[in-house]
């Protein structure tokens, strides 16, 4: 098992960014990935760091009292499958629950659009618990959005 530190509380954009980059099979069109740069400036993250440095990202967004969302999360593609994801997500939920907040949700590319990557995407989510709610069309134009969801408790 490698060695990772979370950090909480950090504004990475341009760490952000370079990962993203690294990930164009999932973040593929400029736009969008220069969003969530601009969210990286203006919200903090929780970062997983290897030898200072950083490898993941996750940026969350809280939409009251009861529930937040995991906006962005990536991990440098060499180190998938390595526990980085569920490290940061573990910060976050854990971080959460003392926070009384009882819904996590995740937004992501839906199942009617074929894709490896977003269906180890998809994967890896219902292993963290969390469920499918509902594919609906037109927040992402052209791309179907798939809303999981996970009750913290």
């Given at each position: 098992m490698i060695e990772v530190e979370?950090?909480?509380?950090?504004?990475v954009p341009n760490?952000?960014?370079?990962?993203?980059r690294s990930?164009?099979?999932?973040?593929?069109?400029e736009e969008p990935l220069m969003g969530y740069v601009a969210d990286a400036r203006s919200?903090?993250?929780?970062?997983?760091?290897?030898?200072?440095?950083v490898v993941?990202?996750?940026?969350?967004?809280?939409?009251?009292?009861?529930?937040?969302?995991?906006?962005l999360?990536?991990?440098?593609?060499?180190?998938?499958?390595?526990?980085?994801?569920?490290?940061?997500?573990?910060?976050l939920q854990e971080d959460l629950v003392t926070q009384s907040v009882e819904f996590l949700q995740v937004k992501t590319l839906g199942p009617s659009y074929p894709s490896d990557e977003y269906e180890r995407t998809r994967l890896f989510y219902e292993s963290m618990g969390f469920r499918p709610l509902e594919e609906i069309e037109g927040l992402w134009p052209g791309n179907p959005c798939l809303i999981m969801v996970k009750f913290l408790g």
């Open positions: 979370v950090r909480r509380g950090q504004r760490e952000v960014e370079s990962l993203l990930l164009r099979d999932w973040f593929e069109l919200h903090d993250a929780y970062t997983a760091v290897i030898d200072k440095e993941g990202a996750l940026i969350a967004k809280h939409h009251g009292r009861f529930s937040s969302e995991v906006h999360m990536a991990v440098t593609p060499s180190l998938h499958r390595r526990g980085i994801g569920r490290k940061l997500l573990g910060a």
